[in-house]
């Protein structure tokens, strides 16, 4: 298993401001995911976070917006820009670990964000 | 695209009851397919999985089967305990090593 570990685990923003989430990983590896998943609603992939590279991100999501950063093998982080009440979810950061192409993943317990 | 879609909860069950909570899906390709479990207040985390047809992933008395002619993977177990509560996804990857996750199914279990 991988140990990951999110900063922060929660926190209430004001419209309009940008929040950094942290994503700390307990071992080296070479692809790390971030999710979101709205209240009530299931988890959706924001981007694919490799290292050396910019982010791939999904259809609906853009790097202005979750702009990523991924310095080393074991880190990375999703800043959430210009916060809107719509942004308010929990944030995921995510690892695969086993065989190459198994799928799967292991999981941050989430940054909830409440913007006000 | 790929999706996935999970019966709508919540599910209520008394203690000791059988549990189905149904997935299918629609994907390019053969997936893989998995079930995973959020506790309340804890991370999502693997249940099971299966990588090809008619494989059955298994883990801690839940079952689900691969079966491509219908292309479902239902989740089953014999006897759901309290500590069985939490919400379960059914969730599929082509290859991408990144996830479509189901809606969510909330399960409830009553002593």
């Known amino acids: 298993s991988a140990v990951i570990s999110q900063k922060p685990s929660r926190d209430i923003c004001q419209r309009g401001t940008s929040l950094t989430i942290q994503c700390q990983v307990d071992?080296?590896?070479?692809?790390m995911f971030w999710y979101r998943q709205q209240p009530g609603q299931s988890l959706t992939l924001i981007a694919t976070?490799?290292?050396?590279?910019?982010?791939?991100?999904e259809s609906g999501f853009v790097i202005d917006k979750f702009p990523i950063s991924r310095p080393n093998l074991t880190f990375s982080t999703l800043t959430v820009s210009n916060m809107s009440p719509e942004d308010s979810s929990i944030y995921l950061c995510?690892?695969?670990?086993?065989?190459?192409?198994?799928?799967?993943?292991?999981f941050g317990e989430g940054s909830r964000l409440t913007v006000l | 695209g790929n999706s996935v879609t999970q019966m709508e909860g919540p599910v209520t069950l008394s203690e000791e009851a059988f549990l189905t909570i149904n997935c299918t899906y629609t994907?390019?390709?053969?997936?893989?397919l998995f079930w995973y479990v959020q506790y309340p207040g804890e991370g999502l985390q693997l249940l099971l999985k299966?990588?090809?047809?008619?494989d059955k992933g298994s883990n801690k008395g839940f079952e689900a089967t691969y079966r491509k002619e219908t292309t479902s993977f239902h989740l089953e177990k014999g006897s759901v305990q309290v500590s069985d509560s939490a919400v379960y996804f059914c969730?599929?990857?082509?290859?991408?090593?990144?996830?479509?996750f189901g809606s969510g199914t909330r399960l409830q279990v009553q002593p």
């Open positions: 995510s690892v695969e670990r086993g065989a190459l192409g198994t799928g799967e993943l292991f």
């Open positions: 071992s080296q590896v070479t692809m």
């Open positions: 976070a490799n290292q050396g590279s910019e982010a791939t991100y």
């Open positions: 994907a390019t390709g053969y997936p893989s």
């Open positions: 299966a990588t090809k047809a008619d």
């Open positions: 969730a599929l990857d082509t290859g991408r090593r990144a996830l479509t």
